[in-house]
């Protein structure tokens, strides 16, 4: 299981992220790198933030999800891999397609099973559930019905722009 978070990849080296490179292939490349679809070979990709991949590795993903084979950079020819690919954004890509910054025929390889996930402000009855997970994940369960309380208490109408992620802050 690899996770890429596509809106942290570095524009010039994204590429040899994903699909690896060559030795030689640019300058600093001084050994033959997997990338993450070698990585996880076999197994999983995950992309994060799907809706910020940049535009000129659109096409290159759009070849590993149809033809499952990948090129490294500095490569001439194409490697089978046989990966499982998981993708999530908060943007909008039917308004992305629509506005030029995100390619429909990758919209609908990716698209395939889509799980829409309810902004956290309209399943506010989860919050128990979340904290007594993120307070389990800090060694502290016995706090959880504590913290949810205050929470419940303080910020029970809070809107929760940043979803769950500020909601553990809080927590």
């Known amino acids: 299981f690899v996770v890429i978070d596509c809106s942290a990849l570095p524009e010039t080296l994204a590429e040899s992220i994903l699909f690896g490179h ?9 050994h033959r790198a997997d ?14 933030e799907l809706g ?16 499952k084979a990948v090129q490294r950079v500095g490569q001439n020819r194409y490697e089978k891999v046989d990966v499982r690919v998981v993708a999530a954004t908060r943007r909008d890509l039917r308004r992305e397609i629509n506005s030029g910054r995100f390619r429909e025929d990758l919209y609908f390889r990716m698209a395939q099973v889509r799980i829409e996930l309810p902004p956290l ?6 919050i128990p559930e979340i904290v007594a997970e993120a307070c389990a994940r800090l060694d502290q ?8 309380a205050y929470i419940r208490g303080r910020l029970g109408r809070y809107d929760w722009p940043g979803h769950v992620r500020e909601l553990v802050n809080v927590a």
């Open 141 to 148: 369960p016995a706090a959880a019905g504590r913290v949810a």
């Open 35 to 48: 990338g993450a679809f070698h990585a996880a070979d076999g197994g999983t990709v995950f992309l994060d």
């Open 121 to 126: 402000r309209a399943r506010l009855d989860d």
């Open 52 to 67: 910020e991949l940049p535009d000129h590795l659109q096409p290159k993903l759009l070849r590993v999800m149809a033809e």
């Open 22 to 30: 060559e030795k030689g292939a640019f300058t600093g490349a001084t």
